[in-house]
């Protein structure tokens, strides 16, 4: 079996509606089991994304060019960074803040066109993952697979933890080569495999005698009143922790620019430090010669008014002398 056979059927599989996916797969892997036993196993062992992680996939297989975009901002993004060029990431800073919501929005249509709406704490998490496109070359080329597992964050310090991320780790797009002002790209990141894995991680299936046990009876009116009452609680929570956090990210962002900012100003004040220090030490020697010219130039005024004061004489004696 060839991973990239696996990586056409998973694409397959990870560009349909979320709801279909079960289905969908059980059909593929039967479709394989005639022809490669391996593969077929390998198909059925393909994990459910997360209802986020498919709405990034719908963005990856259904709009590439929003991606792409992306992707090509990260880039400029990193090379403003190694250049400590501060006016230019706070404009790619609030380039990158209108081009997350409006990739978020194209992403909830997406979604939407395809059987499954988008709630607000669900969008935070797409919003967050394609923040960690802009930043991490590893993670772009993930999002970019359309076959993510779930959904990602990056601090902006370290790298983005690709484990068990995405199906078919071994086949991703190229990492994007980094602008020429930029550094080099490294080569990738490596993954441990998910198919590899999800065979062991799939739960037995359960005894018959639990199948078919009775059917719980329906909550009480008051308890399903309550239980509605936490869920909402519990939402509420979630878009608010995940607004909290976008905007902890965006002040993060901002200080990111300033330390670049303030890195160039230390290294000019630096540079400016060491000029007149030079300057001070040229200063101080031409002090010194000057102040030699000066102490000559007294000896020689004091020896000529010396020498003045004596001719003014010998022409005094020489006057009384005549008359």
């Known amino acids: 079996m060839e991973d990239k056979v696996l990586a056409e059927v998973a694409n397959q599989l990870y560009a349909g509606p979320l709801e279909?996916?079960?289905?969908?797969?059980?059909?593929?892997?039967?479709?394989?089991?005639?022809?490669?036993k391996e593969l077929a196993a390998a198909v059925r062992a393909l994990p459910k994304p997360s209802v986020a992680a498919w709405a990034v996939n719908m963005l990856a297989q259904h709009q590439p060019d929003v991606l792409a975009q992306l992707t090509e901002l990260g880039g400029r993004m990193r090379a403003?960074?190694?250049?400590?060029?501060?006016?230019?990431?706070?404009?790619?800073?609030?380039?990158?803040?209108?081009?997350?919501?409006?990739?978020?929005?194209?992403?909830?249509?997406?979604?939407?066109?395809?059987?499954?709406?988008?709630?607000?704490?669900?969008?935070?998490?797409v919003e967050e993952t394609l923040r960690a496109l802009t930043?991490?070359?590893?993670?772009?080329a993930a999002v970019r697979s359309g076959r993510l597992l779930k959904t990602l964050q990056a601090d902006g310090v370290n790298a983005v933890d690709l484990d068990g991320t995405v199906a078919v780790p071994?086949?991703?797009?190229?990492?994007?080569?980094?602008?020429?002002?930029?550094?080099?790209?490294?080569?990738?990141?490596?993954?441990?495999?998910?198919?590899?894995?999800a065979p062991q991680q799939r739960k037995p299936d359960k005894p018959r005698l639990e199948a078919v046990r009775q059917?719980?009876?329906?909550?009480s009116p008051p308890a399903l009143e309550r239980a509605r009452a936490v869920l909402k609680e519990a939402q509420a929570a979630e878009a608010a922790a995940a607004l909290a956090a976008r905007e902890l990210q965006d002040q993060a962002d901002d200080l990111r620019t300033d330390?670049?900012?303030?890195?160039?100003e230390a290294a000019d004040l630096r540079a400016r430090l060491g000029t007149a220090e030079e300057q001070l030490e040229r200063s101080k020697k031409k002090l010194a010669a000057t102040v030699a010219e000066a102490k000559q130039a007294v000896r020689a005024a004091d020896k000529a008014e010396r020498t003045a004061v004596l001719a003014q004489e010998r022409v005094l004696r020489l006057g009384n002398t005549r008359d």
């Not at 279909?20 to 490669?36: L, T």
């Not at 930043?135 to 772009?140: L, T, V």
């Not at 330390?259 to 160039?264: C, D, G, H, N, Q």
């Open 170 to 197: 071994s086949v991703l797009p190229p990492v994007a080569a980094a602008p020429a002002s930029g550094p080099a790209a490294p080569a990738g990141r490596k993954m441990r495999s998910t198919t590899a894995a």
């Open 20 to 36: 279909d996916f079960v289905a969908a797969r059980a059909s593929a892997a039967k479709e394989a089991a005639s022809a490669d």
């Open 259 to 264: 330390i670049a900012e303030l890195v160039r």
């Open 80 to 125: 403003a960074q190694v250049a400590l060029d501060a006016a230019s990431l706070r404009g790619l800073g609030r380039e990158r803040r209108t081009s997350l919501a409006a990739a978020v929005d194209t992403a909830r249509s997406v979604a939407l066109e395809h059987g499954r709406a988008i709630s607000d704490s669900m969008a935070g998490e």
């Open 135 to 140: 930043a991490d070359e590893g993670a772009a």
């Open 215 to 219: 059917t719980p009876r329906p909550a």
